[in-house]
């Protein structure tokens, strides 16, 4: 039993339904109670995904997002974006897509689906993210926050672009019945990199982030090549590489431009101690203390997240002391201290560090204050 229940209905694939759902308050006991839905008609817009180099469809899935000035949106039969915002319709091998969407101003998202095997035969997607061409831009407000990008729809929510490849912003009128759009999507820049250890020779099974342009963008590569798709020039992306065996990392900020191949270098990772104490001046002993990536997104934090498994949070001893091994060199990051579900923070705080290669950064005395909510 729930508070409240949760009832989505789909139509059929292809269907001028819409999808809708309906919430209802529970009951006491444990009688069946009755839920009705509302449905009403979309405009059924039909086309296709295609890479537009190849000309050729990809595969995928495609959503409506209703804009804040789309006056229908919010009316009942026609609110599934209420309740299945991040559901999709599929997009077929050959890129061909029905979907039945609401009247009123709002944006077309398709996200491709793999579409490429390379370094060493994996399935990846080589397309740039989804970018507003400039007079779709006259009706969608696109925000730039660091690495994220977004727009605002229907009742404020945010709709993030980091994961689609490709928009289209429509307003169909409720007696269109039927309407065709075409979406692209865009390969971008290609770029070699000849991955390196120390003494300049080959180096082999390298995890490498910042491999494609949208999730997943961290891979294991076997060989001591990677290609590195969906580049922009304008848009200069930071690759980071990480041996796990020999203890080696580094980086490289690719644009897509340059005379290929290009090179990389890896070098030792580096460490960082210190001694915790408490406000009281005692050892803080038992705590965990763990890296964390900078708080925008980007090829630092998806690195981060596959580096857990191999550099895990590491224990004060009894006197507050740690040493955590295995940061990339040049790669920022900052200290998450925790003992149980009690959080701690540095005063002053410690801020954005990293380290140079094979070194071990010191941080001294850290003085630490459970952290506020």
């Not at 104490?277 to 925008?296: E, M, N, S, Y």
């Amino acid at each position: 039993k729930m508070k409240q229940y949760l009832l989505t209905a789909w139509p059929p694939r292809g269907s001028s339904w819409l999808a809708t759902g309906a919430r209802r308050d529970d009951e006491e006991g444990v009688r069946p109670f009755r839920i009705d839905f509302t449905v009403a008609r979309g405009i059924v817009v039909s086309g296709r995904l295609i890479d537009r180099a190849t000309g050729k469809g990809v595969r995928g899935s495609i959503r409506f997002v209703p804009l804040p000035s789309n006056k229908y949106a919010g009316k009942p039969g026609y609110d599934s974006y209420n309740y299945s915002r991040m559901m999709g319709d599929d997009v077929d091998a050959d890129g061909r897509f029905k979907l039945a969407v609401p009247p009123g101003p709002g944006v077309l998202m398709a996200e491709v689906y793999g579409g490429e095997k390379a370094n060493g035969g994996q399935e990846l997607c080589p397309y740039k993210q989804a970018e507003f061409d400039a007079k779709d831009r006259e009706h969608v407000k696109l925000i730039e926050n660091g690495e994220h990008r977004f727009f605002t729809a229907i009742n404020n929510s945010r709709e993030f672009l980091d994961l689609e490849n490709a928009v289209k912003y429509l307003d169909l009128a409720p007696d269109a019945g039927t309407a065709t759009c075409d979406l692209f999507v865009e390969r971008g820049m290609t770029q070699t990199v000849r991955i390196e250890d120390p003494e300049g020779k080959p180096l082999m099974g390298t995890m490498v982030a910042g491999v494609t342009a949208k999730w997943p963008i961290v891979y294991p590569i076997k060989d001591s090549t990677c290609t590195i798709f969906a580049l922009d020039p304008k848009k200069p992306r930071q690759l980071f590489f990480f041996h796990a065996e020999r203890k080696l990392g580094g980086s490289l900020t690719v644009r897509g431009d340059e005379k290929g191949p290009l090179t990389v270098r890896l070098a030792p990772l580096g460490a960082v101690t210190g001694r915790l104490l408490d406000r009281d001046g005692q050892p803080l002993a038992g705590a965990f203390v763990d890296l964390i990536p900078p708080v925008t997104p980007g090829t630092a934090r998806a690195l981060y997240q596959q580096l857990a498994q191999y550099c895990p949070p590491i224990r004060t001893d009894k006197e507050g002391r740690f040493r955590l091994e295995g940061i990339v060199p040049d790669m920022q990051f900052m200290l998450s201290i925790y003992r149980g579900r009690t959080d701690f923070v540095s005063e002053p705080p410690i801020g954005m560090r990293q380290v140079k290669p094979g070194q071990t950064l010191d941080l001294g005395v850290v003085k630490v204050k459970l952290r506020s909510n």
